[in-house]
T-cell receptor, first 115, second 113 residues
């Protein structure tokens, strides 16, 4: 079974630009969560989608948005990039998204550098 | 707000030494607990998990963790570390069904041969 696939693996953007990251979950998984990982801060939760609906949202500004398609693939978008947005963005998928016994499986991440 | 604390930011050990990484969370109800590991250049992998039952759980690669409810702790242990255990370790908690995982800031383990 293929794992969680994130594309692209690396991105370099400049301040003010926008970026879209993509995540394909494990087949059969309906929940996709996004995290921002930075040195010293660990993983900070961005949002979670389940069956095309945003079910949970972290404490990030509105510049960060996402969506999920009917095939469970998800995208996240960051508009008006700032230097502080440089990070590893991780996607995780699970079957039910937070139910008892639910386990999240992570992709390799997209490393975004904002210059 | 609920939080997860990993007290050790960076741990340095020699091969064959014993390991214990601390994890404490701030929530008094039923929790799901996880330890994930991120080896250099690799994606996060699940080491072990606790949902209910026996508070001593065993994971992959000889790791185990003990859930102590009275201490709100879920410490990770390994009796004898190897150089290949060099990685970053994250503790995570889910405080109720349908909510997001809350991660600690991670502990970097460096094992010298």
């Amino acid at each position: 079974k293929a794992g969680v696939t994130q594309t692209p693996r690396y991105l370099i953007k400049t301040r003010g630009q926008q970026v879209t990251l993509s995540c394909s979950p494990i087949s059969g998984h309906r929940s996709v969560s996004w995290y921002q990982q930075t040195p010293g801060q660990g993983l900070q939760f961005l949002f979670e989608y389940f069956s095309e609906t945003q079910r949970n949202k972290g404490n990030f500004p509105g510049r960060f948005s996402g969506r999920q398609f009917s095939n469970s693939r998800s995208e996240m978008n960051v508009s008006t990039l700032e230097l502080g947005d440089s990070a590893l963005y991780l996607c995780a998928s699970s079957t039910t998204g937070g139910g008892t016994g639910d386990i999240q499986y992570f992709g390799a991440g997209t490393r975004l550098s904002v210059l | 707000a609920q939080s997860v604390s990993q007290h050790n930011h960076h741990v340095i050990l020699s091969e064959a030494a014993s390991l214990e990484l601390g994890c404490n969370y701030s929530y008094g109800g039923t929790v799901n607990l996880f330890w994930y590991v991120q080896y250099p250049g690799q994606h996060l992998q699940l080491l072990l998990k606790y949902f209910s039952g026996d508070p001593l759980v065993k994971g992959i690669k000889g790791f185990e963790a003990e859930f102590i409810k009275s201490k709100f702790s879920f410490n990770l242990r390994k009796p004898s570390v190897q150089w290949s255990d060099t990685a970053e370790y994250f503790c995570a908690v889910r405080i109720q069904a349908g909510t997001a995982l809350i991660f600690g800031k991670g502990t970097t383990l460096s094992v010298s041969s």
